[in-house]
T-cell receptor, first 111, second 114 residues
Framework: KQEVTQIPAALSVPEGENLVLNCSFT??????LQWFRQDPGKGLTSLLL?????REQTSGRLNASLDKSSGRSTLYIAASQPGDSATYLC??????????FGKGTKLTVNP | DGGITQSPKYLFRKEGQNVTLSCEQNLNHDAMYWYRQDPGQGLRLIYYSQIVNDFQKGDIAEGYSVSREKKESFPLTVTSAQKNPTAFYLC?????????????FGDGTRLSIL
């Protein structure tokens, strides 16, 4: 059974810092990996999707990497801003074709 | 604007009562999903549907029911058999389960017990 772990559970950084969020998964036979952002009381917003054949994806200040063999992904946020404060969720789609989610990392960027 | 609309935003259930959460999408997506989110937990899959008039149980289907009579709509009923219904419910859709497109989410319904 696929399990997805996100470390740390919470992170607080000063504005302007570059930061990395981590995601690990137990079954490397994945179809894709997705990173989402969730603001308090809201639904999820898709940030990046990495297909199993890809190593990374970039969107603006965000860069996500995927290492299938080691079961790891990282989300890199450059020059963090207070507006980046949110919970970031990682999810993998495997052979069952259903998304399995981690519990998220709550990010606070302090002005 | 294309998207997913969930209603109501807040819902209160009395003991022994069934309640229905609405989910409508205008993205022309085939697949739709219902998730439950509890504090400090990841999203857990309740039910999903790949096509009209077909749906499958997810990991925590007990006490819930769904229908998929139209492509655009996937309502979730929380029955009185669900003894711990207080949670945040999220509806999602994607173009197809085997697609490499991201899932799109609604803004959720928060259900509480009166």
């Amino acid at each position: 059974k696929q399990e997805v772990t996100q470390i740390p559970a919470a992170l607080s950084v000063p504005e302007g810092e570059n930061l990395v969020l981590n995601c690990s998964f137990t079954d490397s036979a994945i179809y894709n990996l997705q990173w989402f952002r969730q603001d308090p009381g809201k639904g999820l917003t898709s940030l990046l999707l990495i297909q199993s054949s890809q190593r990374e994806q970039t969107s603006g200040r965000l860069n996500a990497s995927l290492d299938k063999s080691s079961g790891r992904s990282t989300l890199y946020i450059a020059a963090s801003q207070p507006g980046d404060s949110a919970t970031y969720l990682c999810a993998v789609k495997g052979g069952s074709e259903k998304l399995v989610f981690g519990k998220g990392t709550k990010l606070t960027v302090n002005p | 604007d294309g998207g997913i609309t969930q209603s109501p935003k807040y819902l209160f259930r009395k003991e022994g009562q069934n309640v229905t959460l609405s989910c409508e999408q205008n993205l022309n997506h085939d697949a739709m999903y219902w998730y439950r989110q509890d504090p400090g937990q990841g999203l857990r899959l309740i039910y999903y549907s790949q096509i009209v008039n077909d749906f499958q149980k997810g990991d925590i289907a007990e006490g819930y029911s769904v229908s998929r009579e139209k492509k655009e709509s996937f309502p979730l009923t929380v029955t009185s058999a669900q003894k711990n219904p207080t949670a945040f419910y999220l509806c999602a859709s994607e173009s197809g389960r085997r697609s490499n497109q991201p899932q799109h989410f609604g803004d959720g319904t928060r259900l509480s017990i009166l």
